[in-house]
């Protein structure tokens, strides 16, 4: 299991006692350990590959340090990979310009975009700011329903969109309403699809193109692994993304969407999803999320 790759490397090195050099021919085992993990994790195969040349290259000739076992050793180079794949540290979210600020969230439907809609709206809150939570998904009165209950439980102002609005309407009509109110950043719950779908792609272009969003968020979830990230680069590649928010990490989802992403994709994660309270976003930190990888 991918939970206990530090378990698994540990064993892997036990041979290697005593001090030395690390070579090919001992990591070699270790390696195999790294990539049949990656695998089993659901990482991307180029990824995966490209990731074990980059240990290779950094274990190699590396000195075995005297307060570390050979395999705590390369439990570290590995760590530090998953950290440098996973990009930078959490950098929030980029809010600065025109008022009302929108952050826009996208993605398939069944993601989390609504549930991540409240909880973006109780984090932005928590930080001084004066969300204002605007359901843009007409087709489904359900989605409609489920924000302005959020709504209502948080106590945060949901824009009153009905079925028979336009999206794009429903967005200007957002902006203006959150200025006159002073509320100083719409969040943006679109529709989804079951499928990337070019109508819903053209109504994502159009909102982009209407409302200027500050933050384009791909809501995604974890547990789809490989999924997640081929779907981020479809929603980048047509709609454009600032940032991924992946849901349901609390499951056990073994984190291969959180590492390939922003290899593949070249857009870091900014949140991730731990369960279905409101409370339950946390910003995304690679190290801990590297840390969770390797048990
Ligand atoms: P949407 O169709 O994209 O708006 O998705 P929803 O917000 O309705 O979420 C779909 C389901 O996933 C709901 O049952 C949510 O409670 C659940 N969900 C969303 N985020 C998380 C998460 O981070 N962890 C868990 N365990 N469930 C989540």
């Known amino acids: ?20 050099t690390l070579t090919e021919k001992n990591i070699e085992e270790g390696l195999k350990q790294v990539r049949m993990a990656l695998l089993e994790a659901d990482v991307n195969y180029r990824v995966a590959k490209k990731v074990i040349s980059d240990i290779k290259e950094r274990a190699l000739g590396q000195e075995v340090m005297d307060s570390l076992t050979p395999g705590q050793q390369v439990i570290k180079i590995v760590f530090d990979e998953f950290t440098r794949m996973m990009g930078d540290s959490h950098k929030g979210l980029n809010l600065e310009g025109r008022k009302p600020a929108a952050v826009m969230l ?15 709206g109780l984090y932005l809150r928590k930080k001084g700011k004066k969300p204002f939570l605007v359901p843009v998904d007409v087709y489904r009165p359900a989605a409609i329903d489920q924000l302005k209950k959020i709504g209502k439980q948080l106590d945060l102002p949901v ?3 009905t ?5 794009l309407a429903i967005c200007e009509q957002a902006v203006a309403m959150g200025r006159e109110k002073g509320y100083d950043t719409l969040i943006l719950d679109t529709a989804g699809r079951l499928h990337v779908d070019e109508a819903l792609m053209a109504e994502l272009q159009g909102i982009r193109k209407g409302v200027h969003p500050s933050e384009i968020l791909l809501v995604a979830d974890a547990m ?11 929603f ?13 990490m609390d499951g056990d989802a073994r984190g291969g969407a959180a590492l390939s992403i922003k290899a593949v994709t070249g857009k870091p994660l900014k949140f991730i999803g731990m369960g279905e309270k409101s409370t339950d976003l946390e910003p995304f930190h690679p190290e801990r999320m590297a840390s969770r990888i390797l048990g």
């Open 224 to 234: 789809t692994g490989q999924d997640a990230v081929n779907i981020a680069g479809s």
């Open 106 to 120: 996208v993605g398939l439907q069944g993601s989390g975009k609504t549930t991540t809609a409240g909880k973006l």
């Open 236 to 248: 980048d590649e047509t709609v454009g993304l600032d940032g991924i928010v992946l849901t349901k």
């Open 163 to 167: 079925t028979d609005m336009e999206p």
């Open 159 to 161: 824009f009153p969109s």
């Open 1 to 20: 299991m991918f939970d206990n790759l530090s378990d698994k490397l540990n064993s892997a090195f036990k041979k290697l006692k005593g001090r030395g």
